[in-house]
Each structure stands twice: as structure tokens, then as C-alpha cells.
């Protein structure tokens, strides 16, 4: 955490709630440096990295002369975190309230699943009000669910009148927990949100029933998570990414045609999409329902060659990114396509490399020579 103008007579009080761990991540900045400042932190912690006022650049430094912040105040831009315990947490707290009202933009939050996070939202809501970005990081262990403990659901309602971007990630190990925070952001400017985690036990709930506006929307996420993310409308969703890396693929074909198709129509002002894991039903269902589609990434693709004259329905695509699939053929070996290749495409393009393919009386090999002549002529290979 970086603190600038921190008043002396509350340095030491503060330093003594701090624990050892969050001392050791903490860069104290004053413009003034006196003998109670220096005596305050060689007391607590000769290893807190001390950063100066520089005058004459206009600038922050560290002691050691290198510079930190260039002509930027340090609280707007925050991170903190506690350890296990949160025997940490009231001292941040304490800092946080200290912080010029409205002045905080931007906040990076490092918590553990001990039931931290819910208490410092709550204690800290005033402070949060002017976040324009937010990141929350929940790491580490939780005691697994026994038989005879009670499961809590908690709650945390937060407005975040200003909020433009939202980054979650989850990376909780161990079972289940018997702690189930919901986390209910109210920001109407939200307009990006990445949401990461590689479990389907996650620790926490993100509900975003208020966020109406979210224009890209990036999930790393399983797909039973999908279902409880808490989003009622997608009305400006111009941007989405599904699961690329996640240890649990986003699965959109294990659910029923109907949640699927409905789920898709509610993203109809889709420009780009990106998929991992298509197959065929998925595939059609988003060149059917996503009509205004310009540009498509495909991620570990199995897709027929009767599928790909869906394609003409989308009649605004211009680029199609297919990566790391096949397109299988009746009787046929499949096509692969190992590498990343882009195809250039516009709608007499994909008329020509499709209606090709509408006639499934053709032969293996003539199937293999429009798909291979469409790529001669319209693709050219990227990086994976």
C-alpha cells in the first residue's frame, strides 16, 4: 500500500496494528520527513520502504533515489491485502478511512477466504464510492465444510456510483467451505469485467444485476458459476471472451438448447466473441441468434463441414480466427487445423467458400478441396 501526507502523530499507532507481512508490501510517502516520522518507523519495522518528497523534480523517490511516482499523487492508486487471521485488516482499514474522500480511483484488494472481504466492503463502502477501477484477488486455503457446521450465506451490497471496470479473480483452494459470501456490485457505468477462477467451488458469488451497461465482458470460468453470475442483462455487451485457460472448460453444451439459445439472445449486439471447446450445436446456435457478429475466434474447435455454411447468416463477419481444432468430414479423416489462422471474409467470400459445402452429396475429397482452396485464398496464419 502507498500512503502520501501521513500525519506523524498517527504513523506509530498505525505501524503497531500492521502485521509483519503487510509491512513488509507497505511504501510509506511523506513530504516532510522529521524525527518522529524516522523514530515512529525504525520502532516497528526497519524494513518498510521509505519514499520522499523530491521538490525540485515535483516527484516521489524512494531513498535509495529511484524514482517511485512521477508527478502522481500516491492514494490514487491503492493495493493492500492482510494475511491469514486479518489481524491486519482494522489497520488497513484505518489507512483507508484516512484517504481524502473521492480521492481514491483505483484499488487492488489481496484477500483470503476467512470472511475478511466481506467485513472491509462493508466497513469501507463511503471509501469505495469513487473507485473507477477494482480488482479483488481472493487467495489461499479454507477449512473444508464439515458435516456439522452450519452453511452461512452472507451478503454484501455495494454502490460504486463511478465504477468502469471490475477484475475478480478467485484462486480459493481446499473444499467446501461452509462461508458463502454474494458480493453485489451496484456500478450502472460498469462497462468491463474479467471474472477468473478454475474451480466451479468457488468462494464467493458475484451478482451484477445493476451493471447494465457492460460492453466486454471476459469469463475464465465453469460453467455452473455462468449460471449464478448474476447478470440480468447484456444489452451493450459488444465483447465477449469465454473460457480460454480455465481447468474447468466452459461447457455451453452440457445446458439445454433452450438456456442456451436464451442466454445468446440476450447478447444479440455481440460484435466479437471468442469460444473455447465449440461444437456443432453451439457453433450454429451462435451464427443463428448473434447475427452482428464482424469478427469470431474459435479456441479447440470440433466442427462438422455441414456446419459451416451457418456461417452466411452473418453477414457483417469480416474476420474468423480458428485455433487448435478440427473440421470432420463423413467418412473422411478431419481436417486439422493445428496452427492459428485468420480468414479475411466478407459476404461474397463466404457465400463462395460455403455454398461449396451445401450440397452433402459431395465427395470427402471435393469437401477437402473447397476448404483447403477457401484458405489459399481468404487465410493467412498468425501466431497461437
Request: with cysteine.
Amino acid at each position: 500500500m502507498t500512503w502520501s501526507n501521513l500525519p506523524a502523530p498517527l504513523l506509530e499507532p498505525i505501524l503497531r496494528r500492521l502485521s509483519f507481512r503487510d509491512k513488509l508490501s507497505c511504501s510509506l510517502v511523506c513530504r516532510r520527513w522529521n524525527q518522529t516520522v524516522f523514530a515512529a518507523v525504525l520502532s516497528q519495522s526497519a524494513r518498510l520502504r521509505l519514499v520522499r518528497w523530491n521538490r525540485a523534480a515535483a516527484s516521489y523517490e524512494l531513498l535509495d533515489k529511484q524514482v517511485l511516482l512521477a508527478n502522481k499523487r500516491c492514494y490514487r492508486n491503492v493495493e493492500l491485502g492482510w494475511g491469514d487471521g486479518r489481524e491486519g485488516l482494522d489497520g488497513l482499514v484505518l489507512l483507508v478511512h484516512m484517504l481524502p474522500r473521492y480521492a481514491l480511483r483505483s484499488l487492488t484488494v489481496n484477500a483470503t477466504p476467512d470472511g475478511g472481504l466481506v467485513e472491509f466492503f462493508g466497513r469501507c463502502k463511503e471509501v469505495l464510492a469513487g473507485l473507477t477501477e477494482l480488482t479483488v484477488r481472493v487467495s489461499g486455503s479454507r477449512r473444508p465444510y464439515q458435516a456439522r457446521d452450519e452453511l452461512v450465506f452472507e451478503w454484501c451490497h455495494v454502490v460504486i456510483p463511478g465504477l468502469q471496470a471490475l477484475w475478480w479473480v478467485d484462486t480459493v483452494v481446499g473444499g467446501i467451505g461452509h462461508v458463502r459470501p454474494t458480493f453485489a456490485i451496484e456500478a450502472p457505468k460498469l462497462s468491463f469485467v474479467k471474472i477468473q477462477t478454475s474451480r466451479w467451488l468457488s468462494f464467493c458469488v458475484l451478482n451484477l444485476n445493476w451493471s447494465n451497461s457492460i460492453g466486454r465482458l471476459e469469463l475464465d470460468i465453469p460453467n455452473k458459476i455462468w449460471r449464478n453470475l448474476g447478470v440480468n442483462r447484456f444489452d451493450q455487451l459488444e465483447v465477449l471472451h469465454f473460457a480460454d485457460v480455465s481447468a474447468e472448460t466452459f461447457d455451453l453444451h452440457l445446458e439445454t438448447p433452450k438456456f442456451r439459445v436464451e442466454l445468446l439472445g440476450r447478447m444479440a449486439n455481440l460484435r466479437y466473441v471468442q469460444i473455447s471447446s465449440v461444437k456443432d450445436a453451439l457453433f450454429r446456435d451462435v451464427c443463428r441468434v448473434c447475427t452482428k457478429l464482424y469478427s469470431m475466434k474459435l479456441c479447440g474447435f470440433t466442427i462438422s463441414y455441414k456446419s459451416l455454411p451457418h456461417l452466411d447468416m452473418l453477414q457483417r463477419l469480416q474476420n474468423l480466427t480458428l485455433t487448435d481444432g478440427v473440421i470432420q468430414c463423413q467418412n473422411w479423416s478431419p481436417v486439422p487445423l493445428r496452427a492459428g489462422w485468420m480468414l479475411s471474409l466478407g459476404t461474397a467470400q463466404i457465400k463462395e467458400w460455403t455454398k461449396g459445402l451445401a450440397n452433402c452429396g459431395k465427395t470427402p475429397q471435393e469437401v477437402e478441396n473447397v476448404i483447403t482452396s477457401c484458405f489459399a485464398r481468404y487465410s493467412r496464419q498468425v501466431p497461437v
